[in-house]
T-cell receptor, first 112, second 112 residues
Framework: SQTIHQWPATLVQPVGSPLSLECTVE??????LYWYRQAAGRGLQLLFY??????ISSEVPQNLSASRPQDRQFILSSKKLLLSDSGFYLC???????????FGNGTRLTVT | DQQVKQNSPSLSVQEGRISILNCDYT??????FLWYKKYPAEGPTFLIS?????DKNEDGRFTVFLNKSAKHLSLHIVPSQPGDSAVYFCAFGEDNTDKLIFGTGTRLQVFP
């Protein structure tokens, strides 16, 4: 079966510190991978998506970057966190064409 | 550029009665319409979907209605159960289910 793992579940980081969130998918090959963010009181906003290794598309300008070093690994990073980076970050994948997005359990990031 | 509006941030329904959740959209290019359900500290899970060629899709207690002329999507849950208490997001896609655009969510509470 297809599963997605995302960690850590919660993270508190000071302003200006780096960030690395990791997501891995099992049970499927060549998935499309996504990073979404849910800020307080807002919907889910697509940040990045990837259709293959090393292929990253950014949907919104921001302080974050994404990388896909392996087929089923997706990483969200920042060199220096801002207060506005606080939110709930969700990794997701689609295994086949037109299949629904499957989400990980998310990471609650608080930048202090 | 708000393509999707989920105007009711919360809804409270008695167990056994019908819950109706609504979304309005502006983008006439949307082809795929989905509903996701989210429990606290978890990622959203896919609930039900409908394609643009249909106006109704039913799955057990859940029915999704699409009114393309009014650009309106709704989810009916009947009978509502306490376990249905969660945040519900509508989601929309162009051409396929990749890169979905989500509403801001409606928190449903089903009380005994």
């Amino acid at each position: 079966s297809q599963t997605i793992h995302q960690w850590p579940a919660t993270l508190v980081q000071p302003v200006g510190s780096p960030l690395s969130l990791e997501c891995t998918v099992e049970g499927t090959s060549n998935p499309n991978l996504y990073w979404y963010r849910q800020a307080a009181g807002r919907g889910l906003q697509l940040l990045f998506y990837s259709v293959g290794i090393g292929q990253i598309s950014s949907e919104v300008p921001q302080n974050l970057s994404a990388s896909r070093p392996q087929d089923r690994q997706f990483i969200l990073s920042s060199k220096k966190l801002l207060l506005s980076d606080s939110g709930f970050y969700l990794c997701a994948f689609t295994g086949t064409y037109n299949s629904p997005l499957h989400f990980g359990n998310g990471t609650r990031l608080t930048v202090t | 550029d708000q393509q999707v509006k989920q105007n009711s941030p919360s809804l409270s329904v008695q167990e056994g009665r019908i819950s109706i959740l609504n979304c309005d959209y502006t983008n006439s290019m949307f082809d795929y319409f989905l509903w996701y359900k989210k429990y606290p500290a978890e990622g959203p899970t896919f609930l039900i979907s409908i394609s643009s060629i249909k106006d109704k899709n039913e799955d057990g207690r859940f029915t999704v209605f699409l009114n393309k002329s009014a650009k309106h999507l709704s989810l009916h849950i009947v009978p509502s159960q306490p376990g249905d208490s969660a945040v519900y997001f509508c989601a929309f896609g162009e051409d396929n289910t990749d890169k979905l655009i989500f509403g801001t969510g409606t928190r449903l509470q089903v009380f005994p």
